[in-house]
């Protein structure tokens, strides 16, 4: 049979994520024979809810978002809706009171651009269920798209013609109670098959466990719903109203919302998977059946199962994969018998030196002296700062002996300082050494890019961790750090010694200027004095080449620096965010093991030591756990790109896309065919347990028909000879009986084509075939055995294909009378209250106005009463009320005459020939049309004047004294209190005082 889920609102966009995970653990993998058809179309008006990225659409991290064909976003701006309510008149009540002012209230309300909660927010007091018809209504044609499309693929998948369509909703929910009978009836006024049957699941408001409550009108609005859905039971817009709601059938709350949203997706699923109706109900009927229809019926079900949880095991084991992948990429640690681990290995220390000089960070690289391919080109380096200072020397040496002795050491200080300022290198040691930051910043982002390169390619090769990344870059800059005070140092003496050189410079030239060195009397000191000035002339330019170069060098050594502690902190970042990532895996990983207390596991066979024991085999022995991490390592830096670096990896690794990446690929290398095992072993741990104990199986048994408790309670006194319940248990087949081969014993008879075999004269060419003796090893009973054993439970019993390792049991409750369910009769009670207290607009909760819909449940005519005589009370102190002669009968009568605003008489209204008659006859009238004119008056400005007061509280007083006077003798007394207790409330009313 094809299967159609119809999700309104977001509870049947919940359900469906919930059904889609179950699906997808269970028959992943499946043949195509096995897997149910089954399609889906949501409706929703919460563009969040149906986003791509919105959350719960994902399962171990991978999408399982329907198309977006299937996915129905209802929206609408002002202009579209002004258009549909100009053509269709008779949708002009859903956004104002008999379709009055329509126009003004479609601008008061504005575009359906946010959740329908939200757009009705703008219409206080106004019942969205009516807003959602007017959706309903502009998409219908695409609602009817989205579904017809859906059961053509159903069709073109199957030869089974047969559909059922699940409509899920939830009375309480804003969008779901208000599409819901609309689509019903949409449904059937256009079938999308020919033998179609549509099923309703739905929820009714109810506090959560966490202290939620629904919203004060959700528990009016889901009572109107419900009085609806009786009359489409009665026209058979369905078949079947699944209802569910948080007290159970023994009167206990075992389940919270998201608790029954997940158990309404496991007994969807379990209706879906199999070929035939699991509880054998009727025949599906035609939608447009001849002749008399047959009605639908209210039902509610319970399930309960004892099975190994694929779904948890996929995710605990896919985590764990997960983790040493995270592992091996953080520390790259292998220890034997546990893996890769989260900590990491004592590494030795390893020589910087070759790293250094191949990164651009040797000493040579920081004095400019050994030329970077990435901007030097193969330009050769130049000649040292010696050399250079030699080669000049060499120049001015040669230059000063064409001068006059008397002016050598001069001109010669004059070249040394001209090679300073200009000669030295062609440019001067200050254009030399001074360079722009800019030039120095290439140099070190050149340098800062080799690092990063060869770091990550040793750590995506696994020569290197991400860790011993980190480290290694902390090495490297606190190398870098150690260099600076020397060569601050260094620079100090330097700038020292050419101080000092420079005095003596000065003694020297003024020595040589003075009178003896004048007349050229002493030659011999002339020359010894300029060989001296030479040597200090070079000590003096070197020492301030060296210093200026020392400063280069130390200005290059802090944009390097800058540049590494970038890198150091994108690494650092990378490892952050894998560790926060391996924290939230981890976490996950245990969140889905099965609890420690087995009474807690909710029907789980798999337990931690079993996991643990598939986790060795699965995940962590060597063999698998090196292979695996192969592939996943592999594939992580493939969608990283080959352009890849630690800055875009801690961007890319703290992300959602990537985390589900990583997740899916993980759980695609544990797929459920792998998994297979652990669910066998956990089924057949089970059942050698409840063959072991002797009252194993009755206590498990009774525990799961504890569990398997009806989602909805009922009165049995009111319910009785209309209720049918059913059960059914699946349990797997049991196994056949193993054949064991027995080749050696006494039971192996030999066949020889010669002698026997224990002949010692036999030659070659004779040979002895042993054929073994098959012997039969019985299986132990299987669970459907067991079962028929016990006389507490004795259910219907369906076996299920073998090795399918589970037990599944099923109940049903059908033909539930509304008016008998506890739930129901507190909503009675809730919309009574409303009704009472609203006016005219009680009538605005149901979808017609002018519909008669039955009643589920008595009326309290006596509160309506007591209500009537207040609200005639107040209308003839408002004056609202007048008494007249009616010219047919020439009796008194009261009249409730409507003035416009001029004073002018609208229409007049007979309500009897009194108060009492009023009260009696006209209850809903006056609940409503003259309910809300008294709660105008009311809320005038001068109502809390004492003036005022006193003067409503005299009229009223009269009023009542007629009445007494005018009733008999023996109704006096009763209708004084009656009245009385009315005028009491008019006046708490009038007060503006609560009223009970």
Same mark, same amino acid.
């Given at each position: 049979?094809?299967?159609?889920?119809?999700?309104?609102g977001?509870?049947g966009?919940?359900?469906?994520?919930?059904?889609?995970?179950?699906?997808?653990?269970?028959?992943?993998?499946?043949?195509?024979?096995?897997?149910?058809?089954?399609?889906?179309?949501?409706?929703?008006?919460?563009?969040?809810?149906?986003?791509?990225?919105?959350?719960?659409?994902?399962?171990?991290?991978?999408?399982?978002?329907?198309?977006?064909?299937?996915?129905?976003?209802?929206?609408?701006?002002?202009?579209?809706l002004?258009?549909?309510?100009?053509?269709?008149t008779?949708?002009?009540?859903?956004?104002?009171?008999?379709?009055?002012?329509?126009a003004?209230?479609?601008?008061?309300?504005?575009?359906?651009?946010?959740?329908?909660s $939200? !757009?009705?927010?703008? *219409? /206080?007091?106004?019942?969205?269920?009516? &807003?959602?018809?007017?959706? =309903? #209504?502009?998409? %219908? @044609?695409?609602?009817?798209?989205?579904?017809?499309?859906?059961?053509?693929?159903?069709?073109?998948?199957?030869?089974?013609?047969?559909l059922?369509?699940?409509?899920?909703?939830?009375?309480?929910?804003?969008?779901?109670?208000?599409?819901?009978?609309?689509?019903l009836?949409?449904?059937?006024?256009?079938?999308?098959?020919?033998?179609?049957?549509? $099923? !309703?699941?739905?929820? *009714? /408001?109810?506090?959560?466990?966490?202290? &939620?409550?629904?919203?004060? =009108? #959700?528990?009016v %609005? @889901?009572y109107?719903?419900?009085?609806?859905?009786?009359?489409?039971?009665?026209?058979?817009?369905?078949?079947?109203?699944?209802?569910?709601?948080?007290?159970?059938?023994?009167?206990?709350?075992?389940?919270?919302?998201?608790?029954?949203?997940?158990?309404?997706a496991?007994?969807?699923?379990?209706?879906?998977?199999?070929?035939?109706?699991?509880?054998?109900?009727?025949?599906?009927? /035609?939608?447009?059946?001849?002749?008399?229809?047959?009605a639908?019926?209210? #039902?509610?079900?319970?399930?309960?199962?004892?099975?190994?949880?694929?779904?948890?095991?996929?995710?605990?084991?896919?985590?764990?994969?997960?983790?040493r992948?995270?592992?091996?990429?953080?520390?790259?640690?292998?220890?034997?018998?546990?893996?890769?681990?989260?900590?990491?290995?004592?590494?030795?220390?390893e020589?910087?030196?070759?790293?250094?000089?191949?990164?651009?960070?040797?000493?040579a690289?920081?004095?400019?002296?050994?030329?970077?391919?990435?901007?030097?080109?193969?330009?050769?380096?130049?000649?040292?700062?010696?050399?250079?200072?030699?080669?000049?020397?060499?120049?001015?040496?040669?230059?000063?002996?064409?001068?006059?002795?008397?002016?050598?050491?001069?001109?010669?200080?004059?070249?040394?300082?001209?090679?300073?300022?200009?000669?030295?290198?062609?440019?001067?040691?200050?254009?030399?050494?001074?360079q722009?930051?800019?030039?120095?910043?290439?140099?070190?982002?050149?340098?800062?890019?080799?690092?990063?390169?060869?770091?990550?390619?040793?750590?995506?090769?696994?020569?290197?961790?991400?860790?011993?990344?980190?480290?290694?870059?902390?090495?490297?800059?606190?190398?870098?750090?150690?260099?600076?005070?020397?060569?601050?140092?260094?620079?100090?003496?330097?700038?020292?010694?050419?101080?000092?050189?420079?005095?003596?410079?000065?003694?020297?030239?003024?020595?040589?200027?003075?009178?003896?060195?004048a007349?050229?009397?002493?030659?011999?000191?002339?020359?010894?004095?300029?060989?001296?000035?030479?040597?200090?002339?070079?000590?003096?330019?070197?020492?301030?080449?060296?210093?200026?170069?020392?400063?280069?060098?130390?200005?290059?050594?802090?944009?390097?620096?800058?540049?590494?502690?970038?890198?150091?902190?994108?690494?650092?970042?990378?490892?952050?965010?894998?560790?926060?990532?391996?924290?939230?895996?981890?976490?996950?990983?245990?969140?889905?093991?099965?609890p420690?207390?087995?009474?807690?596991?909710?029907?789980?066979?798999?337990?931690?030591?079993?996991?643990?024991?598939?986790?060795?085999?699965?995940?962590?022995?060597?063999?698998?756990?090196?292979?695996?991490?192969?592939?996943?390592?592999?594939?992580?830096?493939?969608?990283?790109?080959?352009?890849?670096?630690?800055?875009?990896?801690?961007?890319?690794?703290?992300?959602?896309?990537?985390?589900?990446?990583?997740?899916?690929?993980?759980?695609?290398?544990?797929?459920?065919?792998?998994?297979?095992?652990?669910?066998?072993?956990?089924?057949?741990?089970?059942?050698?347990?409840?063959?072991?104990?002797?009252?194993?199986?009755?206590?498990?048994?009774?525990t799961?028909?504890?569990?398997?408790?009806?989602?909805?309670?009922?009165?049995?006194?009111?319910?009785?000879?209309?209720?049918?319940?059913?059960?059914?248990l699946?349990?797997?087949?049991?196994?056949?009986?193993?054949?064991?081969?027995?080749?050696?014993?006494?039971?192996a008879?030999?066949e020889?084509?010669?002698?026997?075999?224990?002949?010692?004269?036999?030659?070659?060419?004779?040979?002895?075939v042993?054929?073994?003796?098959?012997?039969?090893?019985?299986?132990?009973?299987?669970?459907?055995?067991?079962?028929?054993?016990?006389?507490?439970?004795?259910?219907?019993v369906?076996?299920?294909?073998?090795?399918?390792?589970?037990?599944?049991?099923?109940?049903?409750?059908?033909?539930?009378?509304?008016?008998?369910?506890?739930?129901?009769?507190?909503l009675?009670?809730?919309?009574?209250?409303?009704?009472?207290?609203?006016?005219?607009?009680?009538?605005?909760?149901?979808?017609?106005?002018?519909?008669?819909?039955?009643?589920?449940?008595?009326?309290?005519?006596q509160?309506?009463?007591?209500?009537?005589?207040?609200?005639?009370?107040?209308?003839?102190?408002?004056?609202?009320?007048?008494?007249?002669?009616?010219?047919?009968?020439?009796?008194?009568?009261?009249?409730?005459?409507?003035?416009?605003?001029?004073?002018?008489?609208?229409?007049?209204?007979?309500?009897?020939?009194?108060?009492?008659?009023?009260?009696?006859?006209?209850?809903?009238?006056?609940?409503?049309?003259?309910?809300?004119?008294?709660?105008?008056?009311?809320?005038?400005?001068?109502?809390?004047?004492?003036?005022?007061?006193?003067?409503?509280?005299?009229?009223?007083?009269?009023r009542?004294?007629?009445?007494?006077?005018?009733?008999?003798?023996?109704q006096?007394?009763?209708?004084?209190?009656?009245?009385?207790?009315?005028?009491?409330?008019?006046?708490?009313?009038?007060r503006?005082?609560?009223?009970?």
């Amino acid at each position: 049979m094809n299967h159609l889920f119809l999700g309104l609102g977001g509870a049947g966009v919940r359900v469906w994520q919930a059904l889609q995970q179950r699906l997808q653990s269970r028959l992943e993998g499946a043949p195509a024979s096995r897997r149910p058809a089954i399609e889906v179309v949501l409706l929703d008006t919460d563009a969040r809810a149906l986003a791509d990225s919105a959350p719960g659409w994902r399962v171990l991290g991978v999408c399982s978002m329907p198309p977006v064909s299937q996915r129905v976003l209802l929206g609408a701006d002002t202009e579209a809706l002004t258009s549909l309510l100009q053509a269709r008149t008779e949708l002009r009540s859903t956004v104002a009171p008999d379709g009055q002012g329509w126009a003004a209230r479609l601008q008061q309300l504005g575009a359906f651009d946010a959740p329908l909660s $939200q !757009v009705g927010e703008r *219409l /206080p007091g106004w019942p969205t269920r009516r &807003l959602g018809r007017l959706l =309903l #209504a502009l998409h %219908q @044609a695409r609602v009817r798209c989205a579904v017809d499309a859906a059961v053509q693929a159903l069709q073109a998948r199957t030869a089974d013609k047969a559909l059922t369509i699940h409509v899920v909703a939830h009375l309480g929910g804003t969008t779901g109670a208000a599409l819901l009978l609309d689509m019903l009836a949409l449904l059937h006024r256009h079938p999308p098959a020919p033998r179609c049957v549509v $099923q !309703v699941h739905v929820e *009714l /408001p109810d506090h959560d466990s966490a202290g &939620l409550y629904p919203a004060p =009108l #959700a528990e009016v %609005q @889901a009572y109107a719903a419900l009085r609806e859905l009786q009359v489409a039971a009665q026209s058979g817009l369905f078949e079947l109203c699944f209802l569910g709601a948080m007290t159970d059938e023994r009167g206990l709350q075992p389940f919270d919302a998201a608790g029954r949203e997940h158990r309404l997706a496991d007994w969807l699923f379990h209706r879906m998977a199999e070929a035939t109706d699991p509880l054998a109900l009727p025949a599906p009927a /035609p939608v447009r059946a001849q002749g008399a229809v047959r009605a639908g019926e209210f #039902a509610a079900f319970g399930l309960a199962e004892r099975a190994a949880d694929r779904h948890a095991v996929r995710a605990h084991l896919s985590h764990e994969l997960m983790l040493r992948l995270l592992a091996q990429l953080r520390y790259n640690h292998w220890r034997a018998g546990l893996g890769f681990v989260t900590h990491p290995r004592v590494t030795g220390h390893e020589s910087l030196a070759e790293l250094m000089n191949a990164w651009g960070l040797s000493d040579a690289h920081f004095q400019l002296a050994v030329p970077l391919p990435e901007i030097d080109g193969d330009t050769l380096p130049s000649l040292s700062i010696e050399q250079e200072w030699q080669m000049l020397e060499t120049h001015f040496v040669g230059l000063i002996a064409l001068v006059a002795p008397s002016r050598r050491i001069n001109e010669l200080r004059r070249l040394f300082d001209q090679g300073l300022s200009e000669r030295f290198r062609g440019q001067g040691i200050e254009a030399v050494f001074d360079q722009p930051d800019h030039t120095l910043r290439r140099r070190a982002v050149v340098v800062r890019q080799r690092v990063e390169n060869s770091l990550w390619d040793d750590w995506r090769q696994g020569r290197r961790a991400l860790h011993e990344c980190g480290q290694l870059l902390a090495a490297v800059l606190a190398d870098l750090a150690d260099r600076i005070e020397p060569l601050r140092q260094e620079q100090h003496g330097l700038e020292t010694q050419a101080t000092v050189l420079n005095r003596q410079l000065d003694a020297l030239e003024q020595a040589a200027s003075g009178p003896l060195q004048a007349l050229g009397l002493l030659r011999g000191v002339r020359e010894r004095d300029l060989s001296e000035a030479t040597a200090l002339l070079r000590e003096y330019a070197l020492a301030r080449t060296r210093s200026s170069a020392i400063t280069l060098s130390l200005r290059l050594l802090a944009e390097v620096q800058s540049q590494l502690t970038t890198l150091q902190g994108m690494v650092d970042g990378g490892e952050m965010a894998v560790a926060t990532l391996a924290e939230e895996t981890d976490v996950a990983a245990t969140a889905t093991l099965p609890p420690l207390n087995a009474a807690d596991a909710d029907g789980r066979l798999d337990t931690r030591e079993l996991l643990a024991h598939w986790r060795t085999q699965l995940v962590t022995r060597e063999s698998v756990q090196r292979e695996h991490l192969r592939v996943l390592r592999a594939g992580l830096f493939a969608q990283l790109g080959e352009q890849a670096n630690f800055r875009i990896f801690a961007q890319r690794i703290g992300e959602q896309e990537t985390c589900d990446a990583l997740l899916a690929a993980c759980a695609k290398r544990l797929p459920p065919v792998a998994l297979q095992p652990v669910v066998s072993a956990a089924w057949d741990a089970w059942v050698m347990r409840l063959h072991g104990e002797s009252d194993a199986a009755a206590r498990d048994l009774a525990t799961l028909q504890t569990r398997a408790s009806i989602g909805l309670a009922w009165l049995p006194a009111v319910a009785a000879g209309r209720v049918a319940q059913g059960e059914l248990l699946r349990v797997p087949a049991p196994p056949r009986p193993d054949p064991v081969e027995e080749p050696d014993g006494e039971e192996a008879v030999a066949e020889a084509t010669g002698s026997a075999p224990d002949d010692p004269e036999t030659d070659g060419e004779q040979t002895v075939v042993l054929r073994p003796v098959t012997r039969v090893v019985p299986a132990l009973p299987g669970v459907a055995e067991l079962i028929h054993r016990i006389n507490r439970l004795q259910p219907l019993v369906q076996e299920l294909p073998e090795g399918q390792g589970e037990l599944v049991l099923l109940r049903m409750v059908r033909g539930l009378p509304l008016q008998a369910l506890p739930r129901v009769q507190e909503l009675h009670l809730r919309h009574e209250a409303h009704r009472l207290q609203a006016g005219r607009a009680a009538l605005w909760l149901q979808l017609d106005d002018e519909a008669a819909l039955p009643e589920l449940l008595a009326a309290d005519v006596q509160a309506q009463k007591a209500r009537a005589r207040t609200v005639v009370l107040l209308a003839e102190a408002f004056g609202l009320l007048r008494e007249d002669i009616d010219p047919v009968s020439a009796e008194p009568v009261l009249l409730h005459v409507r003035l416009d605003e001029d004073g002018f008489e609208l229409d007049r209204l007979c309500l009897g020939r009194g108060p009492l008659d009023a009260v009696e006859q006209a209850r809903e009238r006056v609940l409503h049309g003259l309910h809300d004119e008294v709660t105008v008056r009311l809320q005038a400005r001068d109502m809390q004047q004492p003036a005022v007061q006193t003067a409503l509280r005299d009229a009223m007083r009269q009023r009542i004294d007629l009445l007494r006077n005018q009733a008999p003798p023996e109704q006096r007394d009763t209708v004084s209190r009656e009245w009385n207790e009315a005028a009491r409330a008019a006046m708490k009313l009038a007060r503006q005082e609560s009223v009970q």
